[in-house]
């Protein structure tokens, strides 16, 4: 499946572009953390659960903007989107995962978001459109400037992917 040519979209679309990856990232950050907690490590599912509520407050703000915007119906659904923009995909996550590997996880995630608004203004035609996009491309860099500040207070990273006492198992 191709993904959809954004070029053309117009401020309530891209509005709809931003609520879809802001609600992407909240669920997957969820999902984290229920898996950090049915293993026990409490810290993670913390970190994971802090990501999430901040995720969350942004998709609130967006959906409010988008209310007070237009009930107008739009041309952009999720599947429009192909891969998630600001959530960390679920192979990076494993269960004795430390907060410096969740910082790192979630720093390049928002890198990503970073990545995807600049490749879209560069594509945008519609003004207002671009004018949006440029905020939400600010909005992500604080982002990836706070998590790095967070980061950064914490002692280097050892990972523990190797170590694992459970690994996955295939199955036939």
């Known amino acids: ?8 979209l117009n401020l309530l679309e891209l509005l709809e572009i ?9 669920e997957r950050f969820g999902v984290f953390s229920d898996q950090m907690a ?7 599912a913390r970190l994971f659960r802090e ?15 988008r209310r007070r915007a237009s009930d107008l119906p739009i ?25 410096c590997e969740i910082f790192e996880a979630a ?6 978001a970073v990545a995807f608004y600049e490749n879209l203004l560069k594509r945008l035609k519609d003004e207002e459109a671009r004018d949006l996009a440029r905020t939400f491309l ?9 998590l790095e500040n967070k980061r950064g207070a914490l002692p280097p990273c050892a990972p523990l992917c190797d170590q694992d006492d459970d690994p996955p198992v295939p199955h036939a």
């Open 38 to 44: 049915v293993h026990h490590n409490e810290e993670a």
């Open 18 to 26: 931003a609520i879809l990856i802001e609600e992407e990232a909240a």
């Open 75 to 99: 041309s952009v659904k999720a599947l429009d989107l192909l891969e998630s923009v600001e959530a960390p995909p679920y192979e990076c996550v494993h269960y004795k995962m430390t907060e």
């Open 1 to 8: 499946m191709k993904q959809k040519d954004f070029s053309m």
């Open 138 to 146: 600010e909005e992500e860099k604080r982002h990836v400037e706070l």
């Open 107 to 112: 720093v390049a995630a928002e890198q990503n």
């Open 51 to 65: 990501l999430q509520a901040h995720e969350a407050a942004h998709l609130a703000r967006l959906q409010e903007k």
